[in-house]
């Protein structure tokens, strides 16, 4: 086999975003046993860090081996299955594959389909949950196929009132937007690592509400995928460290890393920059002539800005364009979005005012 | 939070076993997208790599996203479900997990209780699974937990003669023993990146016969976990690349790298080294006083050798004096074994006569 040679990107899409050189460096450190009393205190750091970025005191922080997909799956199999309701609000494509998680895993699932490119207020959460009297109520924090952002509140506040814990996607937030799960109300969130947190995906991390944990024990029957048992994750991290999985030593090394870039930014000011730069993108996005997706400033993720095709634009063409002039990659839509919007990344280490200048001039030039 | 500062190991346990240098290079190689074409240029690496240690032409070779068990579940969940009857050979730890991984996806599990080191032989297994008649017959081709290499055709043969399907734990043999997928009568076989092929942990290979592909194509009901659904990972890594999850880049990189220095060597120069350096390493140990677990040595897995802890000898601190005075990680034994063997890995870069030579001086020194 020949060298391997990566093309160099500059990668302004949806995720996995450009990593920190700190965190390549980290990956290139000895490897130790997965008992080995080293990487325990790399992963008390990571979840140092953790408790961080998701804004919270929960005792509950863990990382599942596998990326943000394998997070929402233990998600939804260690609290939904056959028995039980799970109401999901549905906004795009990852609230909908939430919804077909839950069917494998055997549970009855209700949605709530709202126009792509628009939140649920809490008005119409209410009424569709004291309706439906769902026992888990799921939804996504930050919608990576439409760049909606849901307030969690409107959401978790009627789910509350009728008894029903709450899960919250949390994959494109991460690291880059306030979560502050315990405030918003979140029982379960998980996220990724190759998003907010400027490294390469592989890992999800995941945190649990003291009720949630409560569920979690009470559970008589195992949970339905071995491999994502959060009861077992427990023993392996926590107290006698009991043997589970062997678990992915390096990706921890570039986890402890992204999340150590974060704190010695500061996660407040981390979460301002990613705003300033999303105001900036959008500024100049628009004056060149381009529309947000999302029309309600508010309901805009900072960190994935959806912008509509304009009329007359091959997509491909111009995406392709980006990449072979400038190695920039953006993202397309999914779906019933494909080819209707782009989707641009501004996070970590491309979050500069430099990097939106040459980005939305590279843009310019190559989308038409 | 201080600088990332790993002690150096020597990782003479059962997995995960030394990296090598190329593989940690190949990690600070720049991430490209999920979705990039040089992303799926290096998949295809991997899956031609991964031919050669599987020792197949199967067409169906792909990587999941997860450790070993991760492989391990895949295999079970989507050949495995209500209704069905699935036959465990257990030898050991981690074909009771197969069991145990049979259960929670709904299956009616018989078991084939061995005595610890043993194999199961031909007629053994013939009179079992003649009387039980499954669906599926799975077993360990190297059990990790007490050194024991499985003939698989002693299992498959009868498996095939009554028309069930056969699956095979190949994470402590794959890269490092011949496996000859095919030959050997194995329908589905999972592996790991982190023992014989010198990477970190993070991902397991996983190899399909033409029966099993027709046994998955057939499938009505999607398999019960989405992340690891087969179906899916199939229409994202071949065709049309529809997106199923982030891959992880990294990894793959690191896995490409191992599989490419694995080749270079030449597949059955690596098998042929990995007998030597076991050979020597016996010869040495027994001629200290040591007892080999297995007795038989044809059943012996030349990776992972299973030693008895002597009479009056302190496994714990024993470990502990290797490590401390030479960075040298060996590993213990597991439930039932715990506190009476010690295993210990000689894999990739650390299978080299020096090494064994080192290792042995340290154990006679240190196993007190």
């Known amino acids: 086999m020949s060298n391997l040679n990566p093309p160099r990107r500059l990668l302004f899409g949806p995720g996995p975003s450009q990593v920190a050189p700190r965190v390549y460096e980290a990956m290139t450190k ?19 860090g953790l408790r961080a970025v998701f804004g919270t005191q929960n005792s509950f922080v863990q990382v599942i081996s596998g990326t943000g ?35 494998r895993h055997g549970a009855t699932v209700v949605r709530f389909d709202m ?3 628009e939140a649920a207020t809490e008005t119409q959460a209410t009424e569709f949950l004291n309706r439906e009297r769902p026992d888990v109520v ?11 952002l849901q307030d969690p509140l409107a959401i978790t506040r009627p789910a509350h009132a009728i008894g029903a814990l709450t899960i919250s996607d949390c994959v494109t937030s991460i690291g880059a937007l306030p979560i502050n799960v315990n405030a918003a109300g979140i029982d379960v969130a998980f996220g990724c690592t190759q998003k907010g947190l400027s490294c390469p995906p592989g890992l999800s991390p995941i945190t649990l509400s003291d009720a949630a944990v409560e569920h979690l024990r009470a559970r008589t029957k195992p949970s339905s995928v071995w491999y994502m048992d959060l009861k077992l994750l427990l023993e392996y991290y926590e107290g006698a460290h009991r043997y589970h999985h062997t678990a992915p030593i390096t990706s921890f090394y570039a986890l402890r890393e992204g999340l150590a870039l974060v ?7 981390r979460f301002d920059r990613h705003v300033r730069m999303h105001q900036e993108f959008v500024r100049r996005i628009e004056a060149a002539g381009f529309r947000m997706f999302v029309t309600d400033p508010a309901r805009r993720i900072t960190t994935i800005n959806a912008i509509h095709v304009p009329d007359g634009v091959d997509p491909v063409k111009s995406r ?7 190695g920039i990659d953006i993202g397309g839509g999914y779906a019933s979005l494909a080819n209707k919007i782009f989707r641009v990344g501004l996070m970590g280490p491309l979050a500069t005012m430099e990097n939106v200048d040459m980005l939305v001039d590279a843009m310019v030039e190559c989308i038409q």
């Open 263 to 269: 704190c010695e930014e500061g996660v407040q000011n």
């Open 69 to 103: 997909s394998a997070g929402m799956e233990a998600s939804v199999a260690n609290f939904v299955g056959p028995g039980q309701k799970l109401a999901v609000f549905v906004g795009g494509f990852f609230a909908g594959r939430i919804a077909e998680m839950g069917e």
């Open 138 to 148: 799921a939804f996504v924090h930050a919608e990576t196929s439409t760049g909606v």
């Open 30 to 48: 000895s490897i130790v046993g997965h008992l080995d009393p080293f990487f325990f205190e790399v992963y008390e750091d990571v979840r140092t």
């Open 320 to 326: 392709k364009a980006l990449v072979d002039k400038y």
């Open 115 to 117: 126009p792509l490119g």
